[in-house]
C-alpha cells in the first residue's frame, strides 16, 4: 500500500505543477495567486503548501529535482573513473537526451519555461538555493572520493563551485543559441558537445592529480 500512496502523492505533486506552470505561463507568475493554483489544481491551499511550501517552489523544484544529480554520479561512479570524467560523461550523456537541465532542448514548452524562471526575480533567487544546495552536495561527495586533492577540506568545495559554475554556463550558453540564435537542438549538439569537452578539459587542467590517478604530495 505504501508504493501506491507514494505513486498517488506523486501524480498529485505533478498535477498541482503543471496547473501552476499553465497558469503562471498564461498570465505571469506574479499575477497568479497560489489560491488560483489551488482552485485550477482542484485541491485546498493546505494541501498545496504540503506539497510546495513556496510558491516559487510550484516552478524551480525541477531543479531541486536535480541537486543531488552530480553527487550521485560521483558517489557511484565505476572504480577508476575519475570525478571529472564521471561528470563530464554524465553531462554529454544529458546532451544526447536533449535533457533541459543541460540546455540543449528546444520545445517550445521547455523554452517558455526557462524564459519564465529566468524572466522572474523571486524564481531566479528561489532557483540559486536550489544551486546552491546542489553545490554543497556536490562538495560533500568530492570530500569522500578517495582521488581527490588535499586538503579535502578547501579542495571539495572549490572543485565543486568550478563544477558547478561550469555546468551552468555551458546549459546558459545552450539555452540562448536556441533562443536567441535559433538554433535547434540537433543543430546545436555537436557544438554543444565540443563546448563541454572544452570546459572540462580547463577543469582537468587544474585538477591533473585528480584525472591522472597520480598521488598528490602531503
Not at 533562443?179 to 540537433?186: E, F, V
Not at 554543444?192 to 572544452?198: F, I, K, R, Y
Amino acid at each position: 500500500m505504501s508504493g501506491l500512496r507514494e505513486r498517488k502523492k506523486e501524480r498529485t505533486r505533478r498535477a498541482i505543477s503543471e496547473a501552476a506552470i499553465a497558469l503562471f505561463l498564461e498570465h505571469g507568475f506574479d499575477q497568479v495567486s497560489v489560491a488560483d493554483v489551488a482552485a485550477a489544481a482542484e485541491v485546498s491551499k493546505p494541501t498545496l503548501f504540503s506539497y510546495f511550501p513556496t510558491k516559487e517552489d510550484l516552478v524551480v523544484h525541477r531543479f531541486a529535482d536535480h541537486q543531488d544529480q552530480a553527487a550521485d554520479v560521483v558517489r557511484h561512479r565505476p572504480a577508476g573513473e575519475s570525478v571529472l570524467d564521471a561528470l563530464h560523461r554524465d553531462f554529454l550523456d544529458g546532451l544526447a537526451r536533449h535533457d533541459p537541465i543541460t540546455g540543449l532542448n528546444d520545445h517550445p514548452a521547455v523554452l517558455a519555461f526557462g524564459e519564465l524562471a529566468r524572466s522572474t526575480p523571486s524564481l531566479t533567487a528561489r532557483a540559486a538555493e536550489y544551486l546552491a544546495r546542489a553545490e554543497r552536495s556536490l562538495a560533500d561527495a568530492l570530500f569522500e572520493a578517495p582521488d581527490l586533492a588535499p586538503p579535502r577540506a578547501l579542495t571539495a568545495p572549490l572543485l565543486a563551485a568550478q563544477l558547478t559554475a561550469t555546468q551552468r554556463v555551458l546549459a546558459e550558453h545552450n539555452w540562448h543559441r536556441i533562443r536567441d540564435d535559433g538554433q535547434t537542438a540537433d543543430e546545436l549538439h555537436f557544438e554543444a558537445v565540443t563546448n563541454a569537452d572544452h570546459a572540462f578539459e580547463l577543469l582537468a587542467r587544474g585538477y591533473a592529480a585528480d584525472v591522472s590517478g597520480a598521488p598528490w604530495p602531503s
